[in-house]
């Protein structure tokens, strides 16, 4: 299954969907949570019509709240693996497909959660290379690794961590940071996928920089 985080979505997200099933990935394959939108309702009913499933919020709860419904109803429907893709058109449909792939390989360890990390571009708005080179270095220095990338929002949760995702508290951008300390803790993460990072003026983010970023440095720090 590849599922999509989404509040308040403009085209990109039909754009994204729209390439995936070309490519051959089937409507059944794929989930929206809309994590209470205000706007884009339109966008939401147009795909639910070309048979997309959406899972609806009553009010934004945040990123990992929605996260956590697509993992429960993945678990609930036996899915053996869920990609979180960022619904905003920052990933290349390219490599959203190369990880569905991936999951259905030999090379695909089921005991292991897979993040992406993303080849920074001259594009990369400065606070957001910034912010990732900060938790990177941070973690980097705790952990002794060699991340470039501890942010990306693509990633390949196999159906054995859905268990203990569903069980973290963190509703925010934070939650994608428990998830990944929580399997390197584990040595149950792979991080050797790297993709294209997609920044284009009609891009959005619901991504709070001071705040958000600072949730996340915490949870890095409280390492629990």
Known sequence: MIFFPSFNPNENLIKTIDELLIKGIKNDDILIVNDGSRIGLDIFEFLKNKGIKILNHDKNYGKGKAIKTALQFAKDKNIKFSICADSD???????????????????????????????????????????????????NLIYKKKFKDTQCGLRLIPYKKYDS???????????????????LKNNSLESDIYIKSIYTKDRYTNFKKIEDSLLILIQIFRRD
């Not at 497909?97 to 571009?121: A, G, H, P």
């Not at 290379?129 to 941070?138: A, E, V, Y």
């Open 89 to 139: 058109g920052q990933h290349h449909v390219d490599d959203i497909y190369y990880l569905y792939m991936f999951s259905k390989s030999e090379r695909f360890d089921f005991q292991k959660l897979v993040i992406t990390q993303r080849n920074f571009e001259k594009k990369m708005p400065i606070a957001s290379k910034f912010g990732n080179f900060i938790s990177s270095l941070i973690i």
């Open 165 to 183: 995702f569903l069980k973290f508290k963190n509703n925010g951008f934070d939650f994608e940071m428990k998830c990944l300390l929580f399997c």
